[in-house]
């Protein structure tokens, strides 16, 4: 049994830089993702406060958020990832998108994961939600008079100097996190299987809506069986549920809001989950 601290999308900069967690009594903690726009301003401060204790951190989507005018001075998502890796490599924290990390005989998986476009309306294709998602129109409707609204993703992260993240981007990420997820769950057969990712890996929490495909996935079902708990942040709703005989969790802070309390009321900043190991099928089938 492993007892991990677990949190996410504490979103400081809507905080007044405000980190919100401090440690508890556990064998290892795991943060969600998105921590602030450009992870790398405050994720210091975070690691700071868990100096000496086992953490890993897993990426958000608004952690590559650019700062500054689209040009050279504009970070991209390599270099929120680079920054990344040598603040954790400094702190002595744990950070391996689309890989796994071992402590104390607990593999941790850790992807952002994205979405696969499969949650949207039935009458509605994956490029028009991709092409929704990026345009911010319906491609065979006029633009209302509210005017255009793609969503943040793909106006504020950067691929590369003055080019913005695509739909097709993403995509291709979620495709190359599941399979990685996949490689890294046979990797280590004997040991407790913790999934940290920053999208949830099914439908279970998506809302209606706008852009309301990436609030999740459904290509995740053969995955989702095979650990023994999976974590995952963005939706800033708190759940407990079980899908495919897996436990699923997330514990999110969300915005501070206008009267100076949070978005998830149900935060818990302390929250620890024992997990267990699952049954393993005794004849090696997946």
């Known amino acids: 049994m492993a007892r991990i601290h677990f949190f996410s999308d504490l979103h400081v900069d809507h905080a ?40 890993v951190v897993t990426e958000g989507n608004h952690d590559a958020y650019r700062e500054g005018p689209a040009n050279d001075r504009a970070y991209t998502l390599q270099d929120v990832r680079d920054r990344t890796g040598e603040i954790c490599a400094r702190y002595g924290a744990y950070y391996n998108p689309d890989g796994y990390v071992v402590i104390d005989g607990v593999q941790v998986i850790t992807a952002c994961l994205w979405s696969d476009f499969s949650i949207r309306p039935g009458y509605m294709s994956p490029k028009e939600a991709m092409y929704i998602s990026q345009k911010g129109f319906h491609p065979e409707q006029p633009v209302s008079p509210a005017g255009r609204t793609p969503h943040n993703d793909y106006q504020a992260i950067h691929t590369a100097p003055g ?124």
Not at 17 to 41: E, S, T
Not at 201 to 211: L, Q, R
Request: net charge negative; hydrophobic share 35%.
């Open 16 to 55: 007044g830089g405000d980190i919100g967690v401090q440690p508890v009594d556990c064998d290892l903690a795991v943060f969600g993702g998105d921590l602030c726009n450009g992870l790398h301003k405050h994720l210091p401060d975070l690691l700071e406060k868990f100096r000496g204790v086992p953490l």
């Open 163 to 286: 080019k913005r993240l695509t739909p097709s981007d993403t995509l291709a990420m979620h495709k190359a996190s599941v399979e990685a997820i996949d490689l890294a769950l046979d990797a280590e057969p004997d040991m407790l299987k913790v999934l940290a990712t920053h999208f949830p890996p099914d439908d279970g929490v998506a809302s209606d809506g706008t852009h309301s495909w990436l609030y999740g996935s459904r290509d995740c079902g053969h995955i989702i069986e095979r650990a023994d708990i999976w974590l995952h942040g963005h939706v800033h709703v708190s759940r407990d549920a079980e899908v495919g005989g897996t436990r699923i969790i997330s514990n999110p802070r969300g915005y501070r809001q206008r009267d100076g309390r949070f978005e998830n009321p149900a935060f818990d900043p302390s929250l620890v989950i024992d997990v267990e190991p699952k049954p393993r099928n005794d004849f090696g089938m997946k």
